[in-house]
């Protein structure tokens, strides 16, 4: 499997900007979370989905932000408008709830978004 | 509440033991975990512990629980260049939020040759 794969690697735009992050989980995987990570806050769930559906987005910082999963393969997190303190490493992680139901996540390279 | 944290730096020589030290909050915690980020990469996990058990060992991990003082410690043997990463502490706990994991802010091992 190719793993949790997000794009883009590297996104760099100018505050007011619409941002879209992109992901596509492990096949099979029933969960997916989104996690931003940052010097001074380290690293947050802003949201997960299980089977598609979200579940919990109470770490989503404002109504700027936004998640969705449309279907099991792909997620989008926007942000509308962006500012200079969105600036982080955005990380999608997927999960499973089979086996030993340990609840490893697998995450992504993550997505860096530098805001101007 | 749930609340992991970590000391934020640990420096070491090469072959020496490192010692990575977090405590936790949550009592109702299932597992504990470590997870190691390398530079530019994703968080990959590299051991769990079961809330039940006080000690488990993996080739040059020794994972230590400590569930009175609510511890956790990762133990590198050995330890080499490239064990120079950031670890992170997290912790899941029960009840209806499966899969939600806090994660403590991670620990810089810098490893010296």
């Known amino acids: 499997d190719a793993g949790v794969i997000q794009s883009p690697r590297h996104e760099v735009t100018e505050m007011g900007q619409e941002v879209t992050l992109r992901c596509k989980p492990i096949?099979?995987?029933?969960?997916l979370f989104w996690y931003r990570q940052t010097m001074m806050r380290g690293l947050e769930l802003l949201i997960y989905?299980?089977?598609?559906?979200?579940?919990?987005d109470s770490g989503m910082p404002e109504d700027r932000f936004s998640a969705k999963m449309p279907n099991a393969s792909f997620s989008t997190l926007k942000i509308q408008p962006s500012e200079p303190r969105d600036s982080a490493v955005y990380f999608c992680?997927?999960?499973?709830?089979?086996?030993?139901?340990?609840?490893?996540?697998?995450f992504g390279e993550g997505s860096r978004l530098t805001v101007l | 509440g749930e609340d992991v944290e970590q000391s934020l730096f640990l420096s070491v020589r090469e072959g020496d033991s490192s010692v990575i030290n977090c405590t936790y909050t949550?009592?109702?915690?299932?597992?504990l975990y470590w997870y190691k980020q390398e530079p530019g990469a994703g968080l990959q996990l590299l051991t769990y512990?079961?809330?039940?058990?006080d000690m488990k060992q993996d080739q040059r991990l020794t994972v230590l629980l400590n569930k009175k003082d609510k511890h956790l410690s990762l133990r590198i043997a050995d330890t080499q260049t490239g064990d120079s990463a950031i670890y992170f502490c997290a912790e899941k706990t029960g009840g209806t939020s499966y899969g939600k994991l806090t994660f403590g802010q991670g620990t810089i091992l810098t490893v010296h040759p």
């Open positions: 949550d009592s109702s915690s299932t597992y």
């Open positions: 512990i079961f809330s039940n058990m």
């Open positions: 992680a997927s999960s499973y709830v089979r086996g030993l139901y340990t609840g490893e996540l697998f």
């Open positions: 989905f299980n089977n598609n559906v979200p579940i919990d």
């Open positions: 096949s099979g995987h029933d969960y």
